[in-house]
């Protein structure tokens, strides 16, 4: 029994030590489930659509919603919405007042998680053209994921479509094609007598969300059409050279929707690869 009373004093004691070291520690870690708040978190959250707030307990919530509802504190920093289910707290503040904030939130304990609100998109909901409901390719290698992660949709990319040329008048295509060349006659010329290049060029970078035709893959970036043939033939010399012509005028990527039914030999392949400037 004697040593039971020990035992627990002595724990009690610790118990003691361990609240007096908490209490001496900077606000920044605070208690031992806190997190580190960082000033920078705090401005990028005031400067958009406000920072969440989670907490470890209701009991924790609670007290950090009479804090944050203070007059005085309030007037730099507002409750938008509260989600007590989840313990959970959106607040709303001046991001010129950010280092302010910073301290009031360091102040708060029971803090678990602080994050900007940031705004998520629908997958495809820039998409408005009227076929994509056929482009069954594009869910298919998972393209709607790639335009939610970001509105940039092959901005400042441009793309070389080694082909039959582009009709730059396209509905769906102007104001993405730049100037291209035909390597056929040396000339500007690339007129596409055919359509498959403007097909292709459609694919990879038709205008996204103008109410017209098709969703490009990249639907912001820009088609450089080089020409190297007016039929369903190209040479194994000119496509190379059409390829080596793309590189030069800037393509990051190049297209090439030609092939042969038969295995090219590796050293064609080779060539065909290395058209680029040695780039693979």
Known sequence: MAAAKWANRALE?????????????SNVTRDAVGVDVAEATVREGLSGHGLILRFRSPSAYAKARRALLDPDVSRL??????????????????????????????SIHGLTAIVPNLVMRLQGSLVNDPRYIHQW??????????????????????IGIVDTGVDRAHEDLAGNVRP????????????????????????????????RGIAGVAGRASVLPIRVTKTD????????????????????VINLSWGSSDPLPEDIEYLCCSGGGGRQ
Do not use: C
């Not at 004691?13 to 520690?25: D, F, G, I, T």
């Not at 989600?83 to 301290?103: C, H, K, W, Y």
């Open 13 to 25: 004691k610790l118990r003691q030590r361990v609240r007096k070291h908490q209490a001496s520690l």
């Open 77 to 106: 920093v507002r409750i938008d919405r509260e989600v007590p289910e989840l313990q959970m707290l959106v607040v709303e503040g001046d991001s010129e007042r950010a280092r302010e904030i910073t301290g009031i939130i360091r």
């Open 137 to 158: 390719y594009l869910p298919a290698v998972k393209i709607p994921g790639a335009w939610s992660l970001g509105p940039r949709m092959g901005e400042g990319v441009v």
């Open 180 to 211: 291209g060349y035909d390597v056929l006659s040396g000339s500007q010329d690339t007129t596409d007598f055919d359509g498959h290049g403007t097909m292709v060029a459609g694919i990879a970078a038709a205008v996204t969300g103008n109410s």
């Open 233 to 252: 033939a190209i040479e194994v010399a000119t496509g190379i050279a059409g390829i080596l012509e793309a590189a030069k005028r800037g393509a990051r």
